[in-house]
């Protein structure tokens, strides 16, 4: 079985460019996350669906960032215009809507913003 | 606000020896705890879990124990081998039942040879 799939792996930008990134979760995982990781920390969660409504994303810096999972299966999260700060790992992950509790996370798009 | 913490950012052990990799937690309406590995470049990958219900969940060459008390979680990895160098991350679902998880800093994991 095919594990969460992200693209690109690698994206180097310049501040005020927009950039988008891919997700195709697992087969019939119902709930997708988008989670950002700073260097040397831990995931923070951006943004969460279930199927094509997204149901948490008090964190997701709504002035720059937008996501949308139009048929609940693939994801895209787009940063327009890019800043300094948001250099970092966005790591998407799916889990089963029901009766799974893990979350199984793709390898990440790395951004550098230059 | 809810939060989850390591006591230890680098770990350095010899192949062999038995690691433990700490994790304090703050939100004690947490009721499900799980570790993740993470290899350089990669995304988090699951080791273990642990419902509030348990205190101790053993895996290959893995053990959880849990701690609600002082709300602490801990990872033991037996024989601990070069493969096993990564950074762990510990996570909690804090209030938010199977919803979604909230990650510690991570500590790293360094096995000499």
């Known amino acids: 079985e095919a594990g969460v799939v992200q693209s690109p792996r690698y994206k180097i930008i310049e501040k005020k460019q927009p950039v988008a990134f891919w997700c195709n979760p697992i087969s019939g995982h119902n709930t997708l996350y988008w989670y950002r990781q700073n260097l040397g920390q831990g995931p923070e969660l951006l943004i969460r669906?279930?199927?094509?409504?997204?149901?948490?994303d008090s964190q997701l810096p709504k002035d720059r960032f937008s996501a949308e999972r139009l048929k609940g299966v693939d994801s895209t999260l787009k940063i327009q215009p890019a800043e300094l700060g948001d250099s970092a790992v966005y790591l998407c992950?799916?889990?089963?809507?029901?009766?799974?509790?893990?979350?199984?996370f793709g390898s990440g798009t790395q951004l550098s913003v230059l | 606000g809810e939060s989850v913490g390591l006591h230890l950012p680098t770990l350095s052990v010899q192949e062999g020896d038995n690691s433990i990799i700490n994790c304090a937690y703050s939100n004690s309406a947490s009721d499900y705890f799980i570790w993740y590995k993470q290899e350089s470049g990669k995304g988090p990958q699951f080791i273990i879990d642990?419902?509030?219900?348990?205190d101790k969940r053993q895996g290959q060459r893995v053990t959880v124990l849990l701690n609600k008390t002082v709300k602490h979680l801990s990872l033991q990895i037996a024989a601990t081998q070069p493969g096993d160098s990564a950074v762990y991350f510990c996570a909690e679902n804090g209030d938010t039942g199977f919803q979604k998880l909230v990650f510690g800093t991570g500590t790293r994991l360094l096995v000499s040879p």
């Open positions: 642990i419902r509030s219900n348990m």
């Open positions: 669906y279930e199927n094509e409504e997204a149901v948490d």
């Open positions: 992950a799916s889990r089963p809507g029901q009766g799974g509790e893990k979350l199984f």
